[in-house]
């Protein structure tokens, strides 16, 4: 039975703050870290800011020795480390081009020779996207709607977060230097994309039937890891091509939890669950995860 990584597994429990065990953490200071923002030393000043909700402008404000020395100690924790990890790199590459997908880094787009594929502070991502991949049915990397796995860099109308088109899967900048946990929902959520597209017609009927009972009961999981939980639900309630991709993320990330959720509904919004889930599973080539 495949296993997700500890890291992604940990997606189920609720983010736990580090208010208290970082020194000059505050809420407010971790709820910026958590969507991106960073503290830079710059021209003799320290300075809080950074994307604005993924999008393409920044705001710096002035900010202090005390916020830099928290935003270092919450990046050691929950950030994304700046590490090398080459043997990663080969192993992932060679992964993913068996498997006919190719690896883009964003950063250098335009330049598709292999020397400008390696960034040397991405040892973790092609690490964690490895496992979380090898974690996968091996048709999930083979398919025709997951071709392109891009890390960092910008999408179209200057997007830093992270999209899913014409068979791609983008990690925009703000996903690769982020939280951990971001990437890997993200990572995940993206996938779940491909998964839906590969979703054929009558399936999405099937699925849009009990999507319907499900929105009618507010029945959906919210899983903390950009944003709130409760934004992630209110998004998949407004949006059907939401809603799959997340479930996948879930699925894959959660199953106990979402098997033991689907359990304590009413019966109607239970069949609808288990007529969903039951679609999963079979995409999952018959794996339930823990
Ligand atoms: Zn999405």
Redesign the pocket.
């Not at 048709?139 to 709607?145: I, V």
């Given at each position: 039975m495949p296993c997700m990584p500890a890291e992604v597994r940990d997606l189920a429990n609720p983010w736990r703050s580090l208010v208290g065990s970082v020194p000059g953490l505050t809420a407010e200071l971790e709820n910026e870290f958590r969507f991106g923002q960073k503290v830079i030393f710059f021209n003799g000043l320290y300075r809080l800011g950074g994307n604005i909700k993924g999008g393409s402008s920044s705001i710096w404000s002035p900010s202090n020795v005390p916020a830099y020395q928290a935003y270092c100690g919450w990046k050691d924790v929950d950030g994304i480390p700046a590490e090398e990890n080459p043997a990663a790199f080969d192993e992932l590459l060679t992964f993913l081009r068996s498997r006919g997908v190719k690896l883009v880094n964003g950063n250098y787009y335009a330049c598709e020779q292999d020397d400008h594929l390696y960034c040397k502070d991405w040892g973790y991502l092609y690490a964690i996207t490895l496992s979380v991949l090898r974690a996968l049915p091996e048709q999930h990397a083979e398919r025709a709607e997951f071709r392109t796995l891009q890390l960092g860099g910008w999408g179209p109308d200057c997007a830093k977060g992270s999209?899913?088109d014409d068979a791609t899967v983008n990690m925009y900048e703000f996903a690769v230097e982020g939280a951990r946990r971001t990437y890997v929902g993200l990572l995940l959520?993206?996938l779940?994309?491909a998964q839906e597209a590969a979703f054929d017609g009558p399936q999405h009927a099937v699925l849009y039937e009990h999507y319907k009972t499900i929105v009618a009961h507010k029945a959906v999981l919210g899983v903390e890891y950009l944003l709130d939980a409760e934004t992630r639900r209110i998004y998949q309630l407004r949006v059907f091509?939401?809603f799959l991709?997340?479930v996948y993320m879930i699925y894959a990330s959660q199953g106990e939890r979402l098997r033991r959720y689907m359990a304590e509904h009413p019966p109607a919004v239970r069949a609808a669950w288990q007529a969903i889930y039951e679609i999963y599973r079979k995409a999952f080539d018959g794996i339930e995860y823990a």
């Amino acid at each position: 039975m495949p296993c997700m990584p500890a890291e992604v597994r940990d997606l189920a429990n609720p983010w736990r703050s580090l208010v208290g065990s970082v020194p000059g953490l505050t809420a407010e200071l971790e709820n910026e870290f958590r969507f991106g923002q960073k503290v830079i030393f710059f021209n003799g000043l320290y300075r809080l800011g950074g994307n604005i909700k993924g999008g393409s402008s920044s705001i710096w404000s002035p900010s202090n020795v005390p916020a830099y020395q928290a935003y270092c100690g919450w990046k050691d924790v929950d950030g994304i480390p700046a590490e090398e990890n080459p043997a990663a790199f080969d192993e992932l590459l060679t992964f993913l081009r068996s498997r006919g997908v190719k690896l883009v880094n964003g950063n250098y787009y335009a330049c598709e020779q292999d020397d400008h594929l390696y960034c040397k502070d991405w040892g973790y991502l092609y690490a964690i996207t490895l496992s979380v991949l090898r974690a996968l049915p091996e048709q999930h990397a083979e398919r025709a709607e997951f071709r392109t796995l891009q890390l960092g860099g910008w999408g179209p109308d200057c997007a830093k977060g992270s999209a899913y088109d014409d068979a791609t899967v983008n990690m925009y900048e703000f996903a690769v230097e982020g939280a951990r946990r971001t990437y890997v929902g993200l990572l995940l959520h993206e996938l779940g994309h491909a998964q839906e597209a590969a979703f054929d017609g009558p399936q999405h009927a099937v699925l849009y039937e009990h999507y319907k009972t499900i929105v009618a009961h507010k029945a959906v999981l919210g899983v903390e890891y950009l944003l709130d939980a409760e934004t992630r639900r209110i998004y998949q309630l407004r949006v059907f091509e939401e809603f799959l991709p997340e479930v996948y993320m879930i699925y894959a990330s959660q199953g106990e939890r979402l098997r033991r959720y689907m359990a304590e509904h009413p019966p109607a919004v239970r069949a609808a669950w288990q007529a969903i889930y039951e679609i999963y599973r079979k995409a999952f080539d018959g794996i339930e995860y823990a």
